[in-house]
């Protein structure tokens, strides 16, 4: 189970400008009787939600969900041997099989985010040994493609005897985005998944290169 939390978000494309005349003063009857509804809003809105650690999907949003998808240029690893990108050269291999996600937000609380990976790890002709630790990150982004939040994870990996191929699953249990106002929707995020690739490795799976996850097997071709 893996956290990710962006400690603050200062200002953001989506925040909205709080006018000047917000700021002026007000007498304090006035100043007392905004405090009272604001604590009467706070112990409705209490009752309402009740339980705090009520899992998320059973909790409303008070808007769209963050997009969640996988870089391309970073949705899978190829280990070559010596840079050779050929089948015979191949040591590890992985790719991000798919990405579910869900969300839960309201009032002008922040947004939390569940996500679960699945993986898929291939053992090739060059490997040395049974194990391998892959590495992967979880990005959140603003509309305009800013980088707000990045950490990165140690997915260790073992290979049984005859196995060259290993499924597995991995849950991001809770991003959590700050949000600058209360009218700022999840629309506004993006968080993206990948793994840690070189440039080399960047390259090749953007030129549309590929190798089948099992290469170790001897009939394995590249697509």
Not at 12 to 36: C, G, K, N, T, Y
Not at 135 to 141: F, L, N
Not at 155 to 160: A, D, E, M, R
Request: glycine share 6%; with cysteine; proline share 5%.
């Amino acid at each position: 189970m893996r956290r990710l939390t962006i400690a603050a978000v200062a200002v953001l494309a989506a925040a909205i400008a709080v006018p000047h005349a917000a700021f002026a003063q007000r007498d304090p009857e006035q100043q007392q009787r905004q405090e009272d509804e604001d604590a009467a809003k706070k112990k409705k809105r209490d009752e309402e939600w009740g339980d705090k650690q009520a899992p998320l999907p059973a909790l409303r949003n008070a808007g769209p969900c963050p997009f969640v998808k996988t870089l391309y240029d970073a949705a899978r690893y190829v280990e070559f041997k010596d840079h050779r990108e050929a089948s015979a050269a191949v040591a590890y291999s992985g790719e991000i099989q798919g990405v579910s996600a869900g969300c839960q937000y309201k009032d002008d609380q922040p947004i939390h985010v569940s996500m679960e990976l699945l993986f898929e790890f291939g053992r090739g002709p060059q490997a040395q040994g049974r194990q391998k630790t892959y590495h992967y990150w979880v990005a959140v982004t603003d509309r305009n493609r800013e980088v707000l939040a990045k950490q990165s994870f140690d997915l260790p990996v073992t290979f049984g005897p005859n196995e060259d191929r290993v499924y597995m699953r991995e849950r991001v249990n809770e991003i959590v985005i700050p949000r600058a106002q209360a009218n700022t929707s999840g629309a506004n995020f993006e968080v993206l998944v990948g793994f840690d690739v070189t440039p080399e490795m960047a390259a090749f799976n953007r030129d549309g290169k590929r190798f089948r996850l099992n290469v170790g097997q001897a009939s394995a071709k590249a697509e």
